[in-house]
């Protein structure tokens, strides 16, 4: 192994991250970082910009350092060497990409949870920005105390006036009930914040809150591997108060989906070459079981693929524009849909549109977002053949059409079913809310614009299924690609066939074309075996790990939520169901299963061996 070699390219990859966060600072100013449908604060986000400049210099030394390590190191870059630089890169663009949550100070979320009258609650313990715990607060007295925690849990960070307060719950007498609260503990004084507190001077001084707690370095790196790996998976409560997420650190959390959407590696080689290095890192980053190219070919591919990319994400931003979007909003859910990321900057995600531009144009706007979806989630090459003037390339692909046809096939299901049990209120509606849903899980961007978690059980096991299918080979799209589930049913009826007609040869066609690559099908089981495992290991961790609490008021349903939570990181979907559902999030998990979570999403996005092979001590040996 090329230690110093690996290194030097390592540092290249730093520096780009570095370089990247510069393109985020502009939007601290609030002339341009700003959403549709808010009213922009007037107020220079200096916190956001600090957390970025910061994280700048770091990684602008970070790459120097490696760049020093490996000075004068010009060998050949084998295969080992292209898989450690492709698995390490991707593990230093997540610390890198966290800096910025940590040294801003962002919030993840309210420092309590309530589960119910009758249920303790539970209040957040914050050990020095790394490890968190639940744990019981004293309980309650009465049901008027519950009842005010709960509406000031659910007013946000901004909390409540006492006449809101009061207006909210009904309760005549809220400063003595506050204060009765707070009398129980001392860890109650401190969750609860009361007006007659020394608080900063910002316009939450005259309001009731419930403290909000800043990211752990845990939280960050969630946030920053599901951004890189095109997840969209969150554990922040709150997107829409520039006090707890600047907008700057929106658009670099959106900013990492763009990296991330056709690879670090990818941009790497098309800017840098690297020459045959350049074939060894996309061979091992790209996904997809087939990878097929040149050495003098490779930049050519790497630029073609980032032209595509670019400009199919201006045109969608200009699209989103024109239908009233600004500019900040457009531009980040241009890059959630062609990296099939996911991240929105709105808590509702893509359904805060149909509510705040009338249903009519926010139907339009999930339209549009949805056929741009399943472009990205095609093959990119097929659809560079495509704008060169060879449609039936595409057209023509055994993949591609069989992508349309889960697509078709798994819509017309839904409807159907969410028609007979009522989900929906017309046609329309089912086929809009339906399809968008469709398309969103199997490309593996996570959008929502419906609550698919409250959907009969037909409908929900159908969209858990559907995270295990992933777009084509090719794509940004994440899940085990379609082409994989094409070979191993082929492979999986020949071997049926082999098991009463064994001296019946049949060859593997794909296409109508044999596919002799024995390695390909070895890959392609092997693929499938692997997912497994990693998926029932990763479950059975899960519900051993995390208490009873985590589960909230559905402890019950717990394996099935903990299921669709490693389903929804290892095939990078984002949301799942229960807890983890399209109107929820990961924060309450605890910080082992965050960092589990973390794994599954690098082993989803880069395919399962170039992180696997990090692991094993003879990768690292010399030859």
């Given amino acids: 192994m090329n230690v110093r070699l690996v290194a030097r390219l390592l540092g290249l990859i730093a520096l780009l991250i570095g370089v990247a966060m510069g393109f985020s600072l502009p939007w601290a100013f609030p002339t341009l970082g700003h959403h549709t449908f808010i009213t922009p604060d007037p107020d ?68 309590v949870r309530t589960f119910g009258a009758d249920e303790p609650v539970m209040a957040v313990n914050h050990d020095w920005r790394m490890w968190i715990e639940w744990h019981p607060l004293a309980e309650l007295e009465t049901p008027e105390q519950y009842e005010l925690v709960e509406a000031l849990s659910n007013s946000g960070a901004i909390g409540l006036t006492p006449f809101e307060l009061g207006a909210e719950t009904g309760i005549e ?24 507190e020394e608080i900063t001077g910002d316009r939450r001084e005259k309001n009731y809150r419930i403290r909000w707690v800043p990211m752990t370095i845990i939280d960050a790196l969630f946030e920053s591997q599901s951004g890189f790996s095109t997840t969209g998976a969150s554990v922040l409560s709150e997107l829409e108060d520039p006090y707890l997420v600047p907008h700057c650190l929106l658009f670099w959390r959106s900013s990492t989906h763009f990296l991330g959407g056709l690879g670090i590696i990818v941009l790497f080689v098309a800017v840098l070459g690297q020459g045959s290095a350049g074939k060894a890192l996309m061979r091992a980053e790209m996904p997809g079981p087939t990878k097929e190219g040149s050495t003098e070919r490779m930049q050519h591919t790497a630029w073609r693929f980032v032209y595509i990319y670019c400009g199919l994400t201006v045109v969608l931003a200009a699209v989103l524009a024109l239908c009233g979007m600004s500019v900040f909003d457009a531009l980040c859910h241009s890059f959630g849909t062609m990296a099939t990321g ?25 339209y549009i977002v949805m056929i741009f979806m399943m472009i990205a989630g095609s093959n990119f090459t097929l659809l560079y053949l495509t704008a060169i003037g060879q449609p039936f390339r595409l057209a023509g692909d055994t993949e591609w059409r069989t992508y349309l046809l889960f697509i078709g096939g798994f819509s017309t299901v839904i409807v159907c079913f969410g028609l007979f049990a009522n989900d929906f209120g017309d046609f329309g509606s089912a086929l809009r809310y339906g399809m ?33 299918v992933g777009g084509c080979a090719g794509s940004t799209g994440g899940g085990m690609k379609v082409i994989r589930h094409v070979l191993f049913l082929k492979i999986l009826w020949l071997e049926v066939e082999r098991s009463f007609h064994p001296s019946v040869v049949r060859l593997l066609r794909l296409a109508g074309k044999p596919v002799e690559d024995q390695d390909l099908r070895r890959n392609v089981l092997v693929f499938f075996g692997l997912i497994f495992l990693i998926f029932a290991f990763s479950w059975l961790t899960i519900i051993t790990l995390e208490s009873e609490s985590t589960w909230g008021g559905s402890a019950d349903h717990k394996l099935v939520d903990s299921a669709s939570a490693v389903a929804a990181t290892l095939n990078n979907v984002g949301p799942g169901l229960g807890t983890v559902g ?34 094993i001590p003879r990768f690292w040996k010399d030859r």
């Fill in 44 to 111: 220079f986000e200096q916190r956001g910009a600090l957390g970025l400049v910061g994280s700048m210099l770091i990684s602008f030394a970070t790459a120097a350092a490696l760049r020093w390590i490996g000075r004068n190191e010009s060998g050949r870059l084998f295969r080992r060497e292209a898989m450690a630089v492709v698995g390490l890169s991707w593990v230093l663009a997540t610390i890198l990409g966290a800096l910025p949550y940590v040294l801003s100070g962002t919030a993840r979320g309210p420092a």
């Fill in 342 to 366: 996911g991240f929105s900057t709105y808590n509702a995600s893509l359904g805060a549109f149909a509510n705040g531009f009338g249903q009519e144009l926010g139907a339009t706007v999930e």
């Fill in 173 to 196: 007498n809220v400063s003595e009930v506050v204060q009765q609260i707070r009398g129980l503990s001392p860890r109650w004084q401190w969750v609860l914040i009361a007006p007659d």
């Fill in 582 to 615: 399209p109107t929820r999030n990961f924060g309450h998990f605890g910080p082992i299963s965050k960092l589990l979570f973390v794994w599954l999403m690098m082993l989803g996005r880069l395919e399962i061996f170039p992180i696997l092979v990090l692991g």
């Fill in 436 to 468: 968008f849903t469709v398309v969103s899980v199997i490309t593996t961007t996570g959008f929502v614009t419906a609550d698919y978690d409250a959907w009969n059980n037909f409908g929900r096991g159908a969209v858990l299924l559907l995270m295990f």
